[in-house]
């Protein structure tokens, strides 16, 4: 397992940092992204390519012209990604080391189980993704022929140099809240990263971009609607628990947290509503010179956080976990290009419980499973799971041996173990 250097950096910084006194929709996500020290090695022979996944249609690219859906999960580990392809996720959104250690074994294991990636290099001195700009040529460091030295371009030059690594990359990741930091990401800066993404190093739409937390809830937003990426998360974040309620959802109208409320079908419309405000803003803008407006991920709480005692301070129920997601699908899916669960793995000091971890709720129903059942609602047309065998009781294994993946019609014989029980 990677074994994380925390730097102590809170959302309550990011408020003083940028003078606000509330918790606005650019301000949700903590930084999640630390710095790995060590990677484990793989021991798992290879399968065959986008065949050991059922989620992954056979020719489908994950690109925006694919109609499917994507299922993600955010941080997991390679040891994860059996489990991953299990459950039915396709796309993984993970940490990548920039001293190059992990690259490849993490795009071999992709490939193994049939995942696409969105890559993430951290740069924990900078609070920001690798990308770094030249000042002088008004330019990011992209291209490797001009910047040898700059992890960004080998990294992208890394993908050019395997071509089956490029084609399991689903999106690169851009920039986390870059609008907080407008003098170092602000729009322009955003659109130059684009371009030179889409039009000079991966011209022909063979590498898209995604973002986070950027064309909502911050003063120069509007500016980034067109032009700056093709795909970004939008959370639903509503878990929490006081004495007034276990909800507290997002109002949309003034850009703050509403009130604890025990209304979830009130919180469920609050948060439907936050989503359609972030399509309406999407769907007025031009499209951009590639011909693509934004399309949004939704990722859904299932983290604790203790810097707040009435914001993301409660794991939500598997019931809750199925109820919220299949709402978003049921009403929204059209509309999407996926849904997702932050976080799998703790990507921050300051989170008290994760998905990995807390895999058991209260009432001991299952959380993992929940993943499984949701993927079956925008995946059932591409696979058929043989019955898997669990047990959902405390401190008891579940333990899937061998099974057979059916895509398209046609047939895999992919066998691995995985085995889990309840972390006490």
Known sequence: MKRYHFKKFSRREFLKLIGVSGSGLGLLACLPKLAPSSTPASSAAPLPADRSNPSIPEGASGRSEDKALIHLVCYPEIEDFAL????????????????????????????????????????????????????????????????????????????????????????????HE????????????????????????????????YGEDITMGWEQS????????????????????????????????????????????ATIQAELACLDERLRRYASAPPAATGRRPQA????????????????????????????????????????????WYCFRQV?????????????????ADRWEVLREISGQFFSQYRQFLPLVRNRSRNKSITVSPFLFYVNGGQCNCEFTASRSRIP
């Open 84 to 175: 991953m392809a299990q459950l039915g996720v396709n796309t993984v959104l993970v940490d990548l080391d920039p001293n190059r250690d992990d690259w490849q074994i993490t795009y071999q294991a992709a490939i193994q189980y049939g995942l696409r990636l969105i890559p993430l290099i951290w740069d924990q001195e900078a609070a920001q993704s690798i990308w770094r700009w030249d000042i002088q040529r008004n330019e990011w460091q992209l291209d490797r022929n001009r910047y040898p030295d700059a992890v960004g371009a080998a990294f992208l030059g890394f993908l050019k140099d395997h071509p089956d690594y490029l084609a399991h990359t689903f999106a690169i990741y851009s920039f």
């Open 297 to 340: 991920i939704v990722l859904i709480q299932t983290f604790v956080d203790r810097e707040y005692p009435d914001l993301w301070n409660r794991m939500p129920s598997a019931e809750e976990m199925e109820a919220f997601a299949s709402v978003f699908l049921q009403e929204r899916a059209g509309r999407l290009k996926g849904l997702g």
């Open 222 to 265: 509007d500016e980034c609607l067109t032009g700056v990426l093709d795909y970004e998360n939008h959370l639903v974040y509503p878990f929490v628990s006081t004495p007034e309620g276990r909800y507290r959802p997002f109002d949309v109208v003034n850009n703050y947290y509403a009130q604890p409320t025990n209304d979830r079908a």
């Open 178 to 209: 870059p609008l907080w930091q407008p003098d170092k990401t602000g729009p322009e800066r955003l659109k130059v990263f684009y371009r030179q993404i889409t039009e000079e190093i991966f011209p022909g739409g063979n590498l898209r971009v």
């Open 348 to 364: 921050a000091d300051n989170y008290l419980a994760w998905l990995h971890q807390e895999c058991y709720d209260e009432a001991n």
